[in-house]
């Protein structure tokens, strides 16, 4: 892709900055095989939830993932809408390194490898498909701004360097540490005028990166991106059947009940549909191509 820059443009009602990601929800057609993969090859910590779903986190924290087995569900398919890929933020580049040998160790292929100047990052698929970044922030400090713009891009990773940062004597890192977590979901859009409509407009999430045809940037708090859309495969799709492997919901998680239910009442007075009956007490909305989006207060 070529160098994007972003336009620091703030959404008529901003959302909280200390929103963040939590939880990707996932429709698998084999639980097992993908707790597999999630726990031996990304390192996650799984656990079984009550309604047999599957979790897996870092260390004590919340979960990043969470799997619901369905054999019979419908196959993912690339070109409608719904995930490209969840994204694992680890905290160090050593710790990228250390993802990186798992990988290596498993045999597990690699799609990409990319320098985004804000970040480093690996890309993978699940054993269903799903798209999957594992990568490590850059210091905000070390962030680029031309005339006010920050500077990102999609560079090749150099992959020895990356390696070279594994101490020598150190036994390998077999589960990602704790502070692991979803630093960004990337999702296929149907179209981008709707749907910044809704994320930006509604949610309040500021645009920050328009520079890449048929993709849109947003984010809280001068964050580089907590969601990214794109129409890249999925332009003028509408989403899979209900059911499908793939995307099921993920979690948009803001500060506190205040700030939650600021976002809430935007929602109403846009006169979008909310389920508000969900175990984890969160409130589902969709966005114009069908992706489930649960806001909760943490």
């Known amino acids: ?15 909280d900055a200390r929103t963040t990601m939590g939880t990707v929800r996932l429709i698998a057609s084999d639980p097992g095989r993908s707790r597999s993969f999630y726990e031996q090859v990304l390192g996650l910590w799984p656990t079984e939830s009550d309604d047999g779903a599957i979790t897996l986190g870092a260390g004590e924290g919340p979960a990043l993932v969470e799997l619901h087995g369905d054999s019979a569900a419908p196959g993912l398919d690339p070109r409608a809408t ?39 990052a690996l890309y993978l698929s699940d054993p269903d498909g799903n798209g999957i970044e594992i990568y490590r922030d850059r210091p905000r400090q070390e962030w680029r701004e031309v005339d006010g713009q920050l500077q990102m891009a999609t560079l090749p990773l ?21 502070g692991t977590r979803i630093g960004h979901v990337h999702l296929q859009v149907s179209e981008l005028e709707q749907t910044e409509a809704f994320y930006a407009g509604v949610l309040g999430f500021d645009v920050t990166v328009r520079g890449y045809p048929g993709a849109l940037f947003v984010s809280a708090g001068g964050y580089h991106h907590h969601l990214g859309l794109n129409t890249w495969n999925s332009a003028g799709s509408g989403p899979p059947p209900p059911g499908s492997v793939g995307l099921r919901s993920f979690d948009v998680e803001l500060p506190g009940e205040a700030e939650l239910q600021t976002v809430l009442a935007r929602i109403s007075d846009a006169g979008l549909p909310m389920q508000d009956d ?21």
């Open 278 to 298: 969900l175990p984890s007490g969160g409130h589902l909305v969709r966005d114009p191509s069908g992706n489930a989006v649960v806001l909760s207060a943490r």
């Open 158 to 178: 150099d992959l020895r360097s990356l390696a070279d940062e594994l101490p020598p004597t150190a036994s390998r890192q077999t589960q990602v540490p704790t």
């Open 1 to 15: 892709m070529p160098m994007a820059t972003s336009s620091h443009r703030g959404a008529p009602q901003a959302i």
């Open 82 to 120: 719904g995930l490209f890929h969840l994204a694992v933020l680890v905290p160090s580049r050593v710790d990228l390194a250390f993802a990186l040998a798992r990988l290596a160790d498993a045999r597990w292929p690699l799609d990409g490898a990319s320098d985004h100047l804000v970040s480093e």
